[in-house]
């Protein structure tokens, strides 16, 4: 019988090798690719497309239907003033620096901290305090070929981990550097090139010189309708979609909140120069989910069920100090000591964690990382990105924010429409406050044109100026001055202020939103490669330990023969799998059972069924594990029960083998 216990890690993991099985068994190729291919599209193969489908599934149980949310699906294509109003249109960009003589373009944040990061580790060889990194590929090996083991005078070590500390988001391969990793908002693009000027950065690739750096929007532009007059764009990400539907979404709901709004859904993003794989494509799938709460009360009705979960959390105070050192707390912890904002950001960050897990990403390699003051955006209160670790460094695949109110604020402002929650008050709210009443047929004589200015200025004034414009009419005139330095002199036959007594039944209020946002992409790539490993007899056999959830394919059905015999009872077992939910696979392919065994080991599949010439006279299968090729055995009916809870996650493998003997490589036939 094979040994049970799986030893994973008796190869270094490697990524040219992974690179390799997910190209021969098509995960994923590059679009166009006969034609020469477009940097930043990807095409997913048949395991590629199932494993994303499944991930997706499982995403919409976690998430909509066991939460309850109110699913969309919006357009791409989306008017240019949408676009506009959010803001995309005016800050949506990159910096982009070009080489004077080939005209490559590169991303000029990404460029300076790649140069000074290989600087930093030849330096670092070159003190013989670590070996060079080996290269993965030819093209790894040119753009690394200028990080020579050659050695910095401490003051440029000091002056390149400044730099780094500020402008370096993708490039993480300084340890002690990744807790002060920020965005392009600290350096602008005249200031890019300076540093490129300042530290001679040139292109890696030629050697070449740069341009000065411009500015690039990052929105696919386009038109709608015939004529061209109508510019639009592709949308960046689904949220917009959610926000204009929000009034239809909470009459939807009977007009009460907190609720969520979720879509899954394509989109896109013209990046400069895309070089990571599914790390950084120029059209990807996104999950978003945007939950409407009340601003005065973020608390969460289910935050009790997650506030025991344990994250590791690198908060922006650790960060701010030069530290990279995360911290393990409950949910709850970070919450009541104010570590994260609010009880409905911690809950989704928990069920984040969760959902991550749950498809198979290592715990051990996943952190939420803390925005610090110069990442989030003005109007956002708090901000956490999932990273996940991979062969890269750390990459954000979940975004969780407070946006607070703005999305629907600038739309209702731009377009008259009001997107707000009128709420019923279980008690009314009695105020006392001044209120001007104008004599409007001699206001008009008096003052014409200005009238409507001079009435917007004096109820644009706050109680204590009411209140002196009531004292000075009580003796006589008073003055009012507009915001354009207008003075208009009024009498108490213009106005009369008095205290009027108001009730309020109806609470009207903006909603606050907090947005979790999922790069799947980046999510299936981590996944894969956390999922790979070699086995320890023979490095060339690659196996993907997906959980069965998001699998490609659940079960691999083997008949060793082809004979016409084997047909009926290979068609049973299959049906029997389909109707019980779970997707089976049959190879019935002239290879050996081992080699069979090993192509499905490779796509991820947990599980095979081995129909031999016993099982025909005597109706008894094996059942195959993958990670640790244990085998048992059953009759036809105890085998798929025993399958379809293991796929359905009812139970696991040590609980299969309880309710399965052992099968020790040899049925007797009759």
């Known amino acids: 019988m094979a040994a049970t216990v799986v030893n994973k890690t008796a190869h270094p993991f490697d990524k040219a090798r992974l690179e390799a099985l997910l ?22 193969g048949p395991p590629g497309s199932s494993l994303q489908a499944n991930i997706i599934a499982e995403w919409r149980k976690h998430f909509i239907i066991e939460e309850g949310m109110l699913e ?12 506009e109003t959010s803001g995309h249109v005016a800050r949506f960009a990159d910096w982009m620096v070009k080489d004077t003589k080939t005209g490559d373009v590169l991303r000029a944040d990404h460029l300076v901290g790649g140069v ?9 060889e070159a003190r013989g305090l670590t070996a060079a990194p080996p290269s993965d590929d030819k093209k790894r090996k040119k753009k690394n070929a200028k990080a020579a083991a050659v ?33 392009l908002d600290n350096y602008s693009g005249p200031e890019l090139g300076e540093l490129c000027r300042k530290f001679d950065i040139r292109n890696p690739d030629t050697d070449n010189e740069l341009g000065e750096p411009q500015q690039f929007n990052l929105m696919f532009t386009s038109s709608i309708g015939p004529t061209g007059q109508h510019p639009g764009y592709l949308r960046p990400e689904t949220a917009q979609g959610h926000f204009l539907n929000f009034s239809r979404l909470l009459d939807f ?3 009460r909140v907190p609720f969520a709004s979720a879509q899954v859904g394509r989109s896109f993003r013209n990046e400069i120069s ?4 599914l790390l950084r494509v120029r059209e990807f799938t996104m999950a978003e989910i945007e939950h409407y709460v009340d601003p005065e009360d973020k608390s969460h009705s289910r935050f009790a069920e997650v506030s025991s979960q344990v994250v590791t959390l690198l908060n922006r105070k650790v960060q701010e100090s030069g530290s990279n050192q995360t911290v393990q707390m409950t949910i709850g912890d970070a919450v009541s000591s104010g570590v994260i904002a609010n009880e409905t950001l911690g809950y989704f960050v928990a069920r984040i964690y969760q959902f991550l897990i749950k498809i198979g990403i290592n715990p051990e390699r996943l952190r939420f990382r803390q925005h610090m003051g110069n990442e989030m955006a003005h109007y956002a209160t708090d901000c956490w990105d999932a990273e996940i670790h991979n062969s890269t460094g750390w990459t954000e695949c979940v975004g969780c924010a407070d946006r607070a109110a703005y999305d629907l604020t600038v739309h209702s402002n731009k377009t008259g429409q009001p997107l707000v929650v009128r709420q019923a008050l279980k008690e009314p709210i009695v105020t006392e406050k001044e209120v001007a009443e104008w004599n409007k047929k001699t206001l008009g004589k008096t003052f014409k044109a200005d009238a409507g200015v001079l009435q917007k200025t004096v109820e644009e004034l706050p109680e204590s100026e009411l209140l002196r414009l009531k004292s000075e009419l009580a003796n006589g005139t008073t003055t009012v001055t507009s915001p354009e330095g207008k003075e208009f002199q009024l009498t108490p036959e213009l106005l009369t202020i008095e205290r009027k007594t108001f009730k309020q039944s109806i609470r009207e209020f903006t909603p606050n939103v907090i947005e979790p946002s999922f790069g799947l992409g980046r999510i299936l790539y981590t996944l894969l490669e956390h999922s790979f490993w070699a086995r320890e007899q023979d490095v060339e056999r690659g196996v993907l ?17 082809a004979r016409d015999e084997f047909a ?18 049959v190879d019935d392919s002239n290879t050996s059972i081992g080699k069979r065994y090993a192509r499905n080991d490779e796509l991820g599949t947990p599980f095979g069924i081995t129909v031999d010439f016993a099982s025909v006279q005597k109706r008894t299968i094996t059942l195959r594990e993958r990670d640790t090729t244990d085998q048992r055995i059953g009759t036809v009916d105890e085998v798929i029960e025993v399958v379809s809870q293991l796929v359905q996650g009812d139970i696991d493998w040590a609980q299969a083998c309880t309710r399965l003997p052992a099968y020790d490589g040899v049925q007797a036939i009759d």
Request: proline letters at 7%; aromatic letters at 10%; hydrophobic letters at 40%.
């Open 253 to 255: 709901n009977n007009g």
């Open 568 to 585: 009926p009872l290979v068609q049973e077992i299959s049906l029997k799998l389909r109707k019980s939910g779970v997707f089976s696979r």
């Open 23 to 44: 190209n021969r068994r098509f995960f994923y190729a590059p679009a166009f690719e006969i034609y020469g291919g477009v940097a930043g599209l990807y095409d997913y």
């Open 274 to 277: 895309p070089r990571a794989g």
């Open 151 to 183: 050695k910095l005078d401490d003051d440029i070590v000091k002056e390149y981990e400044t730099v780094l500390a500020q402008v370096c988001h993708f490039f993480v391969i300084n340890e002690r550097l990744r807790s002060q990793i920020m965005q």
């Open 116 to 124: 000074l990061e290989a600087r930093l580790a030849g330096d670092k």
């Open 545 to 561: 330990s997906l959980p069965s959830v998001v699998a490609p394919t659940k079960v691999l059905i083997v008949p060793l023969s």
């Open 72 to 83: 969309l699906d919006t357009t791409i294509m989306t008017p240019a003033p949408v676009f």
